[in-house]
């Protein structure tokens, strides 16, 4: 599976968009990118994923570029329960599959 | 409808006694995944049942740790002698047959001491 890179750190003030940028450029063809996050004593929760289109949900919007080589989470409104870690991951298209986490970007929200 | 359930939610042990870990997914998915993270460390996948088959057992550590999913339904993981090392959290999670996407439902995990 091909390698992410993101900051280890980010903060935004609640209320404002955050945007979590991701790094893949070694990530092939038929490899989707997915969003993970963990907050603090729980379980990764799914947030999103795409192939190449820009994808919203009720979470969040998911920004890939059109090299494909790299994509940005937006979070739009974000609030005090959205401070977790964020895991960009990318993974083969496919039948299920193991998950590569990284170290993710621990995103503080303040007042 | 019910998440990915764990249990137990937390366990303490000595070093060299047996722990078992059971998983619970989400109804009708075919696909299980146990996973841990060791203090200080990223999240490892350990490995992946399709049903009751072992699918990737790739990320298991060593002969201590036995995975099972009798029935394809719930799966237990364990550990038999624990080590200190294995202290951790274990997740499970759990993603349908479709076979477009990889999208899985973690569980709480389960907070493994040993001592």
């Known amino acids: 599976d091909a390698k992410t890179t993101q900051p280890p750190s980010m903060d935004c003030a609640e209320g404002r968009a955050a945007n979590l940028p991701c790094n893949h450029s070694?990530?092939?063809?038929?490899?989707?990118v997915y969003w993970y996050r963990q907050i603090h004593s729980q379980g990764p929760q799914y947030i999103i994923h795409g192939l190449k289109n820009n994808e919203t949900n009720e979470m969040a919007s998911l920004i890939i570029t059109e090299d494909r080589k790299s994509s940005t989470l937006i979070l739009p409104h974000a609030t005090l329960r959205d401070t977790a870690v964020y895991y960009c991951?990318?993974?083969?298209?496919?039948?299920?599959?193991?998950?590569?986490f990284g170290t993710g970007t621990q995103l503080k929200v303040e007042l | 409808e019910a998440g990915v359930t764990q249990f137990p939610s937390h366990s303490v042990i000595e070093k060299g006694q047996t722990v078992t870990l059971r998983c619970d997914p989400i109804?009708?998915?075919?696909?299980l995944y146990w996973y841990r993270r060791v203090m200080g460390k990223e999240i490892k996948f350990l490995l992946h049942?399709?049903?009751?088959?072992?699918?990737?057992e790739s990320g298991m550590p060593n002969n201590r740790f036995l995975a099972e999913r009798t029935g394809g339904t719930y799966s237990t993981l364990k550990v038999q002698p624990a080590e200190l090392e294995d202290s951790g959290v274990y997740f499970c999670a759990s993603s349908p047959t479709d076979r477009v996407s990889k999208t899985q439902y973690f569980g709480p995990g389960t907070r493994l001491l040993v001592l």
């Open positions: 991951i990318v993974a083969p298209a496919g039948g299920g599959n193991k998950l590569t």
């Open positions: 049942f399709v049903k009751e088959s072992k699918q990737d």
């Open positions: 109804s009708g998915h075919d696909n």
């Open positions: 070694t990530i092939s063809g038929n490899e989707y």
